[in-house]
């Protein structure tokens, strides 16, 4: 798992850097073409890191009011107070990178292929070593490909660097 939470950390890091110059103001704009704003990608890939992390035995540090701001079915509102200020959202997001890395990195090999534990989502997920691989890859990947998106609509510069 070392790779795939090498893999999230550059991502994340490339996050951040697509976020440096964009103005908390600019946190909640939505450019047409664009599917998600930066306040609320940020907060999706914090709460997602939560929601994973039950999966690997993290008890919920979030505020309850996340899930309905950021879970699966939320839509992003333009409205710069419905969400905390860019810093405060970076913050949590550092903080869950660093929680699901910390609890996966302890994980051993028959607790990653063990079976996933919600039915529903099996044929996705058969074991928990698929679904950290695919949320902390693929679906984080996805999401900051988003971001990037957005940049180009909100007409910011390109980035000195490429992801890689």
Known sequence: M??????FAYTL????????????ADMVAQPPGTANHPAWLVGHLTFSCQELGGVVGLT???PKIWALQFGPGST???????Y???TLLLDRLRDAQTRIATAVAALDDEALDSIF????????????????TQVLLGHTSYHVGQ????RKA??????GRSFQ
Do not use: C, M, Q, Y
């Open 154 to 159: 909100a007409g910011l510069p390109t980035l």
């Open 13 to 24: 890091d490339f996050l951040r850097d697509l976020l440096a110059d964009v103005s908390p």
């Open 117 to 132: 534990p919600e039915v529903t989502l099996r044929n996705v997920f058969p074991t928990v070593r698929h679904a950290l």
């Open 76 to 82: 992003p509102v333009a409205d710069v107070k419905a």
């Open 147 to 150: 971001l990037a998106v957005w």
């Open 60 to 62: 919920p540090w979030l």
């Open 2 to 7: 070392n790779t795939i939470l090498h893999s």
């Open 84 to 86: 905390e200020p860019k």
